[in-house]
Each structure stands twice: as C-alpha cells, then as structure tokens.
C-alpha cells in the first residue's frame, strides 16, 4: 500500500512471514505502520484466548477475524494507533494482547478545518500510461458511455408505478427491435413535491435529477415523464438549456395530466411512443475504440470491514492511479469516512483553491449533521464493527487510501457534473445508494465498490464492478464479487498485481463484459440528497 501522507498507511506487514506451517493453520496478524500498537488478527473465524504468534505475543482473549489486538499494555487515555493514526484512547488498562474493540475504546475530537497543511505534500505527476483502449459509445457532447441505455427521467414520484409499467412493456414489446440498446431505465426518485422546492439547499436534489439524465450511458436520449402538478416542472429541470428536451421545437414530455390522455392505457401509448423515438436514435449508436483517458469511474466501499483499508482499498488507489496516469478521472467520495484524514487531502491538493474547496465542503457536511443533532460517529454500522472497525476514525483511514497517491485536481459539490480530468473529490454522503446516486449526477460510466461484510449492491444505470476484502467472503459470494482483493492477506497477490487486475477488468467492462450485478440485473434504487425542508 503506497504511502498518502506522514499519518497515512504503509505496507501492511503480516507479522509472521511464510514458514514451516501451512498458512491457514497459523496464526497471523497484519500491522499497517512500524509505529502501530495494535494489528488486526487475520486468520479465517478468528483465534482463540491463549493463541501464541512466533513473535511472541499470547492472545489474553480470543479475537474475531479483522479485530486488533493490543501489541503493548494500555493504561486508561492511552493513544490507540492504526495506520499511524491516533484512532481513539483506552477506556480501561489493557494488557498486552487484549482485543481492542469499540466498547474499550474512546474517540478523539475531529481535527479542526483551521491551520491545516495546504499543498505541502503534492505529488510529482507520474509517468503518462499510454496505449490502453476500450470499446465504447462516443457521445455529440464528448463523453463516452460504456453502456447505451435508454432512461426514462421522472420529475415526481407519482408517475413512478406507470412508468414501471412502461418500461416492463417497453423491454417486452420494443427493445427486442432494437438491438443495439442494452437496456431501459427508469429513474425514479422520491422528489418533486411535497418539498421546500425554492429553499436554499433544494438546489441539490434538482440538479442532481438533472445532471443524471446526462449521464453518458444515456446517449444524451433525455425523455421525460410529468404528472403535471408537481413542483419540480419539466422547464425547472431543464431550466437554461442544461437538460435538452426540446426536439423540433417541442417540449419532448409525456404529461400523464394532458387532456389527450383518456384512460391508463392512453398514457403508456404516448410514453410507449416517445420511447421508441429515442430507441430508434440510440439503436444507431455503435461501440468504437477510445482511450482509457475516456473512462470516468467512481470508487465506493460499503459494507466495510477491518480489511478494507489492508486490501480492497489500496488496491483500488493503485488502479486509481493507474488511471489518472491514462488521463481518466477518477472520483472518490463519502465525506464522514474522509473527514477525519482532511490533513491528508489539503496536503495533496493540486491548488490552494482545491484545498479550500475540500474544507469548504467538510465545513458544509459539519453544519448539516450539527443541524441533525448527531456527528460523524453516526456513520459506522454494526456491520462495520462487527468487521473490526471499532469507529470512524479508523473507517476513514482504510476509506481514504481508495483515492491512491496522486494530487487531488477538483472537488465537486453533492449533484454537481465534473468535467474535469484526474483525481477529483465529490462531495457525497458515506450511504452506498446516496453516494452512487451522486456520483451518477457527476458524469460516471463505471463504477467499482469495495465490500468486506458483502452486499448485492448494484445500479441500473452503470455497471458496478464489486471488489471482496477477504479470500472467505470472495468463496462465499463467488458469483458476486467481481475481484478477490483477500489474496493480498494471505501473501497470494500484492496489491499492485491486483490494482493491475482490477484496471484490466474495468476497460473489459467498460468494453461491454458484464459484471456480476450486471448478470443477475441487480439494481438498487436512487436515493436524491435532499438537505432542504420537506413540507
């Protein structure tokens, strides 16, 4: 794992190197720093009190697989130390080789947002990647989607259940003709009335409906469906010309509330209509060669374990790496799980104005969750501790190393597009269906999630490439887990060697080889940020 900053991660050490016994059968634990007092026990179901590793250290009480156990004797308010981060304090005396969990543990304050490092460890650009290619859709606009899907976009959730209807009808009776499109999506949400619709913050929902329906995969095919009553009017959503629903001076809309409808039936005829207008264009489209540097992916982890940041994660940051290299753009997200590691960022940050913009949105997501009388402590599951994380702090830590070594180009706001190149931070919420929704706004047309508890995650919208923390789970889910990052673990694979596997597996993808949620069309629904008022 390469080195993010003086309190990132290291290369994780398996504190007993291969030797006489099978791997299996011993006992393991993996530091993350030389400094770190405590490890993570590695083994498969975990290791009974009275565990003996080579070095020397005995287990005081069996620890599950992913928890830490004490490398030194705690005294009460003694710093814990993960990935050379103060990850909390002792609540109690610990001796040498107890399991450290959550309930023996204190967290620290967040760092404060003044008086942070700014563009002080900025990496050199890395050498250019050149000659790697994938098949995809080029677009009017310049954007490349590796997918060619129809979406259907709704301004309110009333016309959800006849637009499920619709499309059900749609993939039966059309698409059929039409070979060239892979699928139809409806984008249903729970937004458009019933809602502060002018307050400040509903600017954020609205454009990210918005900024959806131009996400490259959908061709720039924008067809929508009203109601007719609802707040968010389809001139809203396409106010300034941002949304192209106008085709030969007409307002390209399917309005359930117009008089010409007369009956159900009726409105699936004009939907059913529009449809195969926009069918018929996108069915034209063809795959051609584009470069890497057309690939913009979105890097996610839910279900997190102790593992995530020793083997997914990192794995990631160096294909992330590797694709910033190609000229990509790479977003990484989820503001709690980097909060606690804002020094990390500011000091990668390209530009003085990037570092401010990261701070300016901690400082947002700070407000917002003050406003809700709740801090960032809230974001941990007990999956996650259930998995060894004990709290957030330590959550963020493994999070981060997703973004890889390189400098931080941009940052965008929850709902924005980004048009820019490289590594950028778009500011989401850490709830895997809010920040994959939000990373559909910012313009992504792959995406790639890490899990170590496991989970069916997937988008309709952009084929997901989901990555196991841990050899077990990737057996377990076999036909769910795309990439097996647990060989890291065991000392099978390196984190390069599967960084490069993930990088060759996302331009196949991308090419039109479909993942494992994509086989099994497992779709989680959007869920819209909405900060403002619901009235």
Same mark, same amino acid.
């Given at each position: 794992?390469?080195?993010?900053?003086?309190?990132?991660?290291?290369?994780?050490?398996?504190?007993?190197?291969?030797?006489?016994?099978?791997?299996?059968?011993?006992?393991?634990?993996?530091?993350?720093?030389?400094?770190?007092?405590?490890?993570?026990?590695?083994?498969?179901?975990?290791?009974?009190?009275?565990?003996?590793?080579?070095?020397?250290?005995?287990?005081?009480?069996?620890?599950?697989?992913?928890?830490?156990?004490?490398?030194?004797d705690f005294a009460e308010g003694?710093?814990?130390?993960?990935?050379?981060?103060?990850?909390?304090?002792?609540?109690?005396?610990?001796?040498?080789?107890?399991?450290?969990?959550?309930?023996?543990?204190?967290?620290?304050?967040?760092?404060?947002?003044?008086?942070?490092?700014?563009?002080?460890?900025?990496?050199?650009?890395?050498?250019?990647?050149?000659?790697?290619?994938?098949?995809?859709?080029?677009?009017?606009?310049?954007?490349?989607?590796?997918?060619?899907?129809?979406?259907?976009?709704?301004?309110?959730?009333?016309?959800?259940?006849?637009?499920?209807?619709?499309?059900?009808?749609?993939?039966?009776?059309?698409?059929?003709?039409?070979?060239?499109?892979?699928?139809?999506?409806?984008?249903?949400?729970?937004?458009?009335?019933?809602?502060?619709?002018?307050?400040?913050?509903?600017?954020?929902p609205i454009r990210t409906i918005?900024?959806?329906?131009?996400?490259?995969?959908?061709?720039?095919?924008?067809?929508?469906?009203?109601?007719?009553?609802?707040?968010?009017?389809?001139?809203?959503?396409?106010?300034?010309?941002?949304?192209?629903i106008q085709r030969e001076g007409?307002?390209?809309?399917?309005?359930?509330?117009?008089?010409?409808?007369?009956?159900?039936?009726?409105?699936?005829?004009?939907?059913?209509?529009?449809?195969?207008?926009?069918?018929?264009?996108?069915?034209?489209?063809?795959?051609?060669?584009?470069?890497?540097?057309?690939?913009?992916?979105?890097?996610?982890?839910?279900?997190?374990?102790?593992?995530?940041?020793?083997?997914?994660?990192?794995?990631?940051?160096?294909?992330?790496?590797?694709?910033?290299?190609?000229?990509?753009?790479?977003?990484?997200?989820?503001?709690?799980?980097?909060?606690? +590691?804002?020094?990390?960022?500011?000091?990668? @940050?390209?530009? #003085?104005?990037?570092?401010? =913009?990261?701070? %300016?949105?901690? *400082?947002?997501?700070?407000?917002?969750?003050?406003?809700?009388?709740?801090?960032?402590?809230?974001?941990?599951?007990?999956?996650?501790?259930?998995?060894?994380?004990?709290?957030?702090?330590?959550?963020?830590?493994?999070?981060?190393?997703?973004?890889?070594?390189?400098?931080?180009?941009?940052?965008?706001?929850?709902?924005?597009?980004?048009?820019?190149?490289?590594?950028?931070?778009?500011?989401?919420?850490?709830?895997?269906?809010?920040?994959?929704?939000?990373?559909?706004?910012?313009?992504?047309?792959?995406?790639?999630?890490?899990? +170590?508890?496991?989970?069916?995650?997937?988008? @309709?919208?952009? #084929?997901?490439?989901?990555? =196991?923390?841990? %050899?077990?789970? *990737?057996?377990?889910?076999?036909?769910?887990?795309?990439?097996?990052?647990?060989?890291?673990?065991?000392?099978?694979?390196?984190?390069?060697?599967?960084?490069?596997?993930?990088?060759?597996?996302?331009?196949?993808?991308?090419?039109?080889?479909?993942?494992?949620?994509?086989?099994?069309?497992?779709?989680?629904?959007?869920?819209?940020?909405?900060?403002?008022?619901?009235?």
């Amino acid at each position: 794992m390469q080195q993010t900053s003086d309190a990132a991660v290291a290369i994780p050490a398996v504190a007993n190197p291969p030797a006489q016994k099978p791997a299996a059968a011993r006992p393991l634990y993996i530091t993350m720093h030389p400094d770190d007092n405590v490890a993570i026990v590695a083994n498969d179901g975990g290791l009974p009190a009275g565990t003996r590793f080579d070095c020397g250290l005995v287990l005081a009480e069996a620890v599950p697989q992913g928890h830490k156990v004490a490398l030194t004797d705690f005294a009460e308010g003694d710093p814990v130390v993960r990935y050379n981060v103060v990850i909390g304090h002792a609540a109690r005396a610990l001796p040498r080789g107890s399991w450290v969990n959550e309930r023996v543990l204190r967290m620290p304050e967040p760092p404060g947002l003044e008086n942070l490092p700014i563009c002080t460890r900025v990496p050199p650009p890395a050498p250019p990647l050149e000659g790697y290619t994938f098949e995809g859709y080029r677009n009017a606009d310049g954007s490349v989607g590796t997918r060619n899907i129809l979406a259907i976009t709704t301004t309110v959730q009333c016309v959800s259940g006849v637009v499920d209807y619709a499309v059900r009808r749609i993939k039966a009776e059309l698409l059929p003709k039409y070979p060239n499109v892979d699928d139809v999506v409806g984008l249903e949400h729970g937004y458009g009335c019933g809602v502060a619709i002018d307050a400040k913050d509903a600017a954020i929902p609205i454009r990210t409906i918005r900024n959806i329906a131009l996400n490259p995969n959908f061709g720039g095919e924008v067809m929508v469906v009203s109601l007719g009553c609802e707040k968010l009017q389809p001139a809203r959503l396409a106010s300034a010309g941002t949304i192209p629903i106008q085709r030969e001076g007409e307002l390209d809309v399917v309005c359930l509330q117009d008089e010409q409808h007369v009956g159900f039936e009726s409105m699936i005829d004009s939907i059913m209509a529009s449809a195969e207008r926009h069918l018929q264009r996108l069915n034209a489209r063809q795959r051609e060669t584009c470069p890497a540097s057309d690939l913009v992916v979105g890097v996610q982890c839910g279900g997190s374990d102790a593992f995530s940041g020793v083997t997914a994660n990192p794995a990631v940051g160096f294909a992330a790496d590797l694709l910033v290299r190609a000229g990509a753009t790479v977003m990484f997200s989820e503001v709690t799980e980097v909060r606690d +590691g804002i020094d990390q960022l500011t000091a990668r @940050a390209a530009t #003085p104005e990037v570092a401010q =913009a990261l701070i %300016r949105e901690m *400082a947002w997501y700070d407000n917002y969750l003050q406003k809700g009388e709740v801090d960032r402590s809230a974001n941990t599951t007990p999956g996650n501790k259930k998995g060894g994380l004990s709290n957030i702090v330590e959550k963020a830590m493994g999070s981060i190393v997703k973004s890889g070594t390189g400098a931080i180009h941009g940052v965008s706001g929850p709902g924005e597009r980004v048009t820019q190149k490289g590594l950028i931070y778009a500011a989401t919420p850490a709830g895997d269906f809010v920040c994959g929704t939000l990373q559909l706004a910012a313009g992504i047309n792959l995406h790639i999630f890490t899990t +170590g508890r496991g989970t069916p995650y997937g988008l @309709a919208e952009v #084929p997901v490439i989901k990555v =196991a923390t841990r %050899r077990d789970l *990737a057996r377990r889910w076999h036909d769910l887990m795309d990439i097996d990052a647990g060989r890291i673990a065991t000392g099978e694979a390196t984190i390069e060697q599967v960084g490069w596997e993930l990088f060759h597996k996302m331009l196949d993808v991308a090419s039109g080889r479909k993942s494992w949620a994509e086989h099994y069309k497992l779709h989680n629904s959007l869920v819209l940020f909405n900060p403002a008022p619901v009235t």
